[in-house]
């Protein structure tokens, strides 16, 4: 049974656990926000289901709930910020607004984060820049579960790239997408519904194509954007790398094999080659290159001219990516956001280990 | 029947060509080693073979041999370059220095050109940032040749992006990738042996799958990478519209259906939005992050890791992108360019048109 949910009452209840956990109570709201924006966008994997995965990690102190962040190294348009094993919920905004000020004075910022946990969606962070008139660019490397073409190894994370561009009277193109065939919560989504993958989704522990939803937890993999080689998957191979070793090598993570899995239960792997995971982040301000109305005013042309590109069935629309998130957050904020039985009894558990409530009813 | 052609006579012919329309010496010389570079990484669809297709452009005055290229606008890491309708073989290189230039003194530097042409290939650009010790990125928009997801229109180009990371003694990490699920060559390259394409690559007219290798003839469009909707086909693109975005809304160029394409006979859109075509470069010192030699060491590290991952047949060993451009270019230094009887056909009447010999023969 689902339950339709107040979106702020989550949010309020998340952060209440981070206060517990003991994150100081502004950055307790950020890391909630940060979830509940996940809800409300319809990335279901990433929003307050995820909430038990954090405080397993807190409990095997493998996430520091108050962190002291610090800038170790600096230019004038860049910086590498330590996260001192924080929540990734936390160090990427404070990443973010870095990036934001020093696009204040050089006309771009770009901050590289080590030594830090899972950062939730990747476009809570890149958006963070649009109310500023600037394009937001936000990467993460995660816990590798993709193989590099030709490969059965699990060297890469599903790796996604956000980048968001503002416009004018038009909503912002908002692009968030992680560089594999698809997001590993679909693939859960199938397992939930005893439903097969569809080919080119994921590979078994030989390397073959397979149609097994449950193909992570028996040693295959997933693929990256493109599928087989034939289909471009090399190019998705590509992308992954590259998000690997500007959120990473760059910034003194752990990359590649190296990066610790999010699940609590698989310890990190040993000899480290860095600290933590590791994020980028970026801020262009649109003036520094031509003033900001007028991009703004082609980027409602370039939105307005692509909805209307001629399409293929009458019943699918042409979509501006950032489209289906943010009908899906109108539709959410008023309708509340569905929250499957064993969501909402990991939250009751979740409550009662903090010494919470979490009675949550049918909203509206 | 295939020469295979001295690479350095190619190139000496190519800058005479080039000098004959009218470019500087030096840049004449760039624009050459560019289509050079192309033909010895194995990019036969942008090497010598597209010298015909510049001329037939500067011959309708589409194309400024003799630019007066200015930065139009700049900030300590970001200027606008007006490249005054130059080849882009040229623009890009001369953007590239500014970026370079910037990333010394602000730690990153980041230039978009507009009023350009078509400019090769991105890694010719990017790679330019290597041997300083700078990350390197080069994207481009392109004639309209791609759909968006759900519909037949042609609204993008094959867009293309390219990264390049400097590593200590392992050779750079060159990402070099149309946004679609293959290059447009490699549909020319079927054409010619008569062969259809593998399901996935294009579509025809109507929006369907098609196999036929002429689609693009036939009113069809080119798919993004990841292909239909089920296998990630969004998010090629979205990629793609990131680089019209980049390269063209933020610049001034022209974005979308307003491409003008690169083939002379077929006009300009009417009432254009921007200038010529665009293109994005950017540098990014690495020691702005951390220490250079760090960072190579661990770059080192990444490729011999990667290198080292299980494959999933013996004969195909997992490659680290870069690879196959880098082995082509020692084989072809060594054994010479294949040019095919229509390419020296097509060479020998450009000779005739501008008083200059072309007689290959076969390279030793």
């Known amino acids: 049974m689902t339950l339709l949910v107040d979106p702020t009452y989550l949010k309020d209840f998340t952060q209440a656990v981070f206060e517990k956990m003991g994150c100081p109570a502004d950055e307790a ?94 476009a809570f962070h890149s958006m963070m820049a649009l109310e500023e008139d600037m394009i937001g660019i936000s990467m993460t490397n995660a816990s590798p579960l993709v193989a590099p073409t030709f490969s059965k190894s699990r060297f890469l994370g599903t790796n996604p790239i956000s980048v968001t561009f ?28 005893g439903k097969d993958a569809p080919p080119g989704w994921a590979q078994d522990k030989n390397g073959h194509e397979t149609t097994d939803a449950f193909v992570l937890k028996n040693g295959g993999a997933m693929l990256p954007l493109g599928g087989d080689r034939l289909h471009g998957g090399h190019k998705g191979y590509c992308l992954g790398a590259m998000v690997d070793i500007f959120t990473a090598v760059l910034s003194g993570a752990n990359y590649g094999p190296w990066v610790p899995p999010f699940v609590a239960f698989l310890d990190p792997p040993e000899n480290p080659v860095g600290d933590g995971i590791g994020h980028f982040l970026g801020a262009m301000r649109i003036d520094a290159f031509r003033p900001a109305d007028e991009f703004k005013e082609h980027m409602d042309n370039w939105i307005q001219t692509f909805r209307k590109a001629e399409n293929i069935n009458p019943e699918n ?26 969501v909402i009894e990991d939250l009751k558990r979740i409550a009662e280990q903090f010494k919470l409530t979490f009675n949550p009813v049918q909203y509206a």
Do not use: F
């Open 29 to 122: 709201e950020t890391a909630a926000d940060c979830l509940n924006r996940a809800d409300l966008r319809g990335v279901d994997s990433h929003g307050v289901a995820r909430l038990g995965g954090y405080i397993r990690l807190w409990e095997k102190k493998r996430l520091n709930a108050s962190p002291t962040m610090k800038i170790v190294h600096e230019t004038p348009s860049t910086a590498v910020l330590d996260g001192d094993l924080g929540l990734g919920l936390v160090t990427a905004p404070k990443a973010m607004k870095i990036a934001i000020e020093k696009a204040r004075q050089a006309g771009t910022g770009w901050v590289a984060v080590k030594n830090s946990n899972h950062y939730g969606i990747a």
């Open 317 to 342: 629309k042409i979509l501006i990516p950032g489209d289906p998130e943010r009908e899906l957050t109108i539709k959410r904020q008023k309708e509340g956001v569905p929250l499957s039985e064993p």
């Open 166 to 193: 503002p416009a004018k009277n038009e909503p912002p193109l908002v692009i968030d997408m992680a560089t594999t065939t698809v997001a590993n919560g679909k693939l859960e989504v199938l397992q939930r519904q």
